[in-house]
């Protein structure tokens, strides 16, 4: 039986789904302090769990660098698979997976993951070698689309098999709301719509980061983007020790970029007759929820934070049912 594994680095979280369980932790590195981790003489244990060492360097990953490193360093570069960041959440995403380097019988083990569609063809063979080279050059690694995660999640079932044959071999639109971009995928009968793809750059960061500007001059108070989206899903933010509802500073820039996104649509799908079902899915996708209602037909992928890395797995396991 083979053990697959799904990882999805994110510019903004990286998601792991495996037999180990889900982990989602925010695309951030920072320079390790040794010093800075210890509490009352003891060292804190996100020193054994959160750290990376690469390149001579240790490494806090996640919400260890958030609280613990003096500067970090986030996952933004167009070539950031180059970068230390990208190779620090990757090695920290095989990890919570329980796959280590040279690891004993690579045969049994799959890793699945996606890049977005405007890094696909000219990043797949980089990603390919680089897991290859973290783990074993034996490994089996299956890369697909990003957005075609929340595809193969929506209309694969646990065993890969899929739910409904009718509406697949339809065609179906995807918006894929990520951090920095926002992928519009067309696909037709299991195959892209070459003529019918998109990408808007400004994702959930740029909404983010107007909201941080306007916490910051209502409140006095600096937030990090990364930050941010604790903030909506909390609905508040401390001042004094009481909290202050900010749901009058979120409301409008939500509803704008909403309204982005929607023009965006209009242009690929016109007015989505000739679209069978369109999906929505990615990291902004719940927050989005109560915005986005200008297509009748449109359906929200259900826990769309973890729709493509869940969809990675059930996309290599219905390749295994084929092999």
């Known amino acids: ?32 302090d040794e010093a800075a981790l210890k509490v009352s003489g003891l060292k804190n244990p996100a020193f054994e769990h959160e750290t990376v060492f690469l390149d001579n360097r240790r490494y806090l990953i996640g919400e260890s660098a958030v609280k613990y490193a003096d500067r970090v ?3 933004r570069e167009k070539d950031w698979m180059e970068t230390s960041t990208y190779r ?6 095989l990890r919570l997976a329980g796959v280590y380097s040279n690891t004993h019988a690579p045969e049994n083990i799959v890793i699945a993951t996606g890049l977005p569609v405007t890094h696909y063809r000219s990043c797949r063979v980089k990603l390919v070698d680089l897991i290859k080279k973290m783990v074993h050059p034996d490994l089996s690694v299956k890369v697909t689309l990003q957005p075609l995660g929340s595809y193969f999640d929506f ?11 009718e509406l697949i071999s339809g065609r179906i639109g995807i918006i894929d709301i990520g951090f920095y ?3 519009y995928v067309t696909v037709e009968d299991l195959d892209l719509v070459r003529n019918l793809l998109d990408t808007s750059e400004g994702g959930m960061s740029s909404v983010y980061q107007d909201i941080a500007r306007d916490i910051y001059s209502g409140y006095g108070i600096k937030k990090e983007v990364y930050e941010v989206e604790k903030v909506l899903m909390d609905g508040y933010v401390k001042i004094y020790g009481e909290k202050k509802d900010v749901s009058d500073l979120v409301r409008p820039r939500l509803d704008s970029f909403a309204r982005e996104i929607e023009s965006t649509a209009r242009v690929l799908w016109k007015d989505g007759a000739a679209i069978d079902r369109i999906l929505i899915t990615g990291g902004g996708a719940e927050a989005l929820k109560s915005y986005l209602d200008f297509y009748k037909h449109t359906v929200f992928v259900p826990e769309s934070q973890i729709a493509n890395v869940r969809g990675y797995v059930k996309f290599a396991g219905s390749l295994r049912r084929h092999d």
């Open 73 to 75: 360093y986030l996952a």
């Open 88 to 93: 620090c959440l990757l090695y920290h995403s």
């Open 155 to 165: 209309f694969l079932d646990d065993n890969g098999i899929v739910r409904d044959r």
């Open 1 to 32: 039986m083979k053990k697959i594994i799904g990882i999805d680095l994110g510019f903004g979280f990286c998601k792991v789904f495996s037999d180990n369980g889900i982990h989602i932790f925010p695309s951030v590195i920072g320079p390790c």
């Open 181 to 183: 971009t926002t992928d």
